[in-house]
């Protein structure tokens, strides 16, 4: 297929070349697409094996961020670390550089994003460009060579008039921040071209996705991970949100199957092309219980950002995400205990290396 010889080209090129030299991007704007080439419409994560010749081809953006190393790692062990290139307007830390293809990528540049697929080549002003004109973007590239699209959308594309508990996959969606009306407009647009020109469009809505390996960039749900680190290195903890706020969160694993899942999913066992998915809901309240279980001097104490609160308070406290599961068989594995023996497990064992070295 033409997009499989044209995104091989972007994979000898990144292969040859050197580190790339832009600077970071300081503003953590959320965006995440991967596009994968068809594949068969009998495909299951369980059951299919592709051959060496048939493996998908996909393109991360936005892929230096919380999620996109850790869902390359993901499909590189599955199509192979050659087939799957991360790409980002940072510069990758050396690690993620030598572990794979990447390219320079930035969604708001038509032509260059055109020519990655071709084979040639929190600011509110920002995060609308980004999440906005880089969709666009990707909307229309994916639909002129036939790629199957994955956009991550989440509990903020919700607002203070959606149903709370639960909240269904279909109900109002008036939220009030520009984030989660620029998801409301991805979930829309993809729809509308999935309607209207047959792009294959899926789309998933996370929950707060809770992982050890990357520092927590200021979100909403952040509180859930930013606890972890306090809790092993000073054994205090100050938390934004009121102690009873309860939104529904994730384990990075659980949210990295899922988008393998239901972008592998036969095509006629999707009666929508937006799902909510969900693993569990707490509160600060129990999530400190749990870790004090493993750590029971942990201090915690609340300063409440109100800017934040009115945004949680604004978001689902339970996701209900029956279609999901009926659908295409989404299962969660990690509820609130694994998910804190994990995260501390995997923490601690970090902080401990940092000491001994
Ligand atoms: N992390 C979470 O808890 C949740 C994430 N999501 C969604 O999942 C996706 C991934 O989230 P994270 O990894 O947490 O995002 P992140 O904010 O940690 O990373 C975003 C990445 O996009 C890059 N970027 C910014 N402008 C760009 C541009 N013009 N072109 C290309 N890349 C650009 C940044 O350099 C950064 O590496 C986002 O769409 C987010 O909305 C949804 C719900 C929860
Ligand atoms: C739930 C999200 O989309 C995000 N992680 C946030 O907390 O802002």
Same mark, same amino acid.
């Given at each position: 297929?033409?997009?499989?010889? %044209? ?7 990144? +292969? ?36 060496? =010749?048939?493996?998908?081809?996909? +393109? ?18 599955? &199509?192979?670390?050659?087939?799957? @290139? ?37 600011? #509110? ?7 906005? =004109? ?13 790629? #199957? ?5 989440? @509990?903020?594309?919700?607002?203070? =008039? ?13 939220? #009030? ?50 606890? &972890? ?7 205090? &903890? ?26 592998? %999913? ?10 909510? @998915? ?40 339970? &996701? ?31 902080? #401990?290396? %940092?000491?001994?070295?």
């Amino acid at each position: 297929m033409p997009v499989v010889r %044209a995104l091989n080209r972007v994979v000898r090129q990144a +292969l040859a070349a050197p580190p790339c030299g832009y600077q970071p991007l300081a503003v953590a704007v959320r965006n995440i697409s991967f596009s994968p080439r068809q594949v068969t419409s009998d495909a299951s994560f369980h059951s299919v094996s592709f051959s060496e =010749t048939d493996h998908p081809k996909v +393109l991360i953006t936005g892929g230096l961020g919380q999620l996109g190393v850790g869902l390359a790692k993901l499909l590189r062990k599955r &199509f192979g670390k050659n087939n799957v @290139i991360l790409s980002d307007i940072r510069k990758p830390p050396s690690n993620v550089f030598h572990s794979g293809p990447f390219i320079y990528s930035d969604i708001l540049d038509y032509k260059n994003l055109r020519e990655i697929v071709r084979g040639g080549g929190g600011e #509110r002003a920002l995060a609308r460009a980004v999440n906005i =004109t880089g969709l666009h973007n990707i909307l229309d590239i994916a639909a002129e060579h036939g790629l #199957r699209l994955f956009v991550p959308s989440t @509990i903020g594309a919700f607002g203070p =008039t959606s149903p709370r508990n639960p909240t269904p996959d279909l109900c109002v969606q008036r939220p #009030r921040t520009i984030y989660g009306v620029s998801k409301v407009h991805a979930e829309l647009m993809g729809e509308y071209y999935h309607h209207r020109y047959g792009l294959d469009f899926r789309c998933l809505r996370y929950p707060g996705i809770i992982s050890a390996d990357s520092q927590p960039g200021g979100g909403t749900t952040d509180y859930a991970v930013q606890i &972890f680190h306090d809790a092993v290195k000073t054994g205090k &903890f100050e938390c934004n949100l009121k102690p009873d706020t309860r939104l529904p969160m994730m384990y990075i694993d659980d949210c990295l199957r899922a988008t393998l899942e239901v972008m592998e %999913a036969p095509a006629d066992t999707l009666s929508m092309r937006t799902y909510n @998915i969900n693993a569990m809901s707490f509160t600060p309240e129990e999530l400190a219980r749990e870790v004090q279980r493993q750590l029971p001097d942990l201090q915690i104490t609340y300063d409440i950002d109100h800017v934040r609160q009115a945004i949680a308070d604004s978001w689902p406290m339970n &996701f209900d995400d029956d279609n999901a599961r009926r659908d295409w068989g989404w299962k969660h594995e990690y509820d609130l205990p694994e998910l804190v023996q994990t995260m501390l497990n995997f923490i601690g064992a970090e902080s #401990r290396v %940092a000491q001994a070295s």
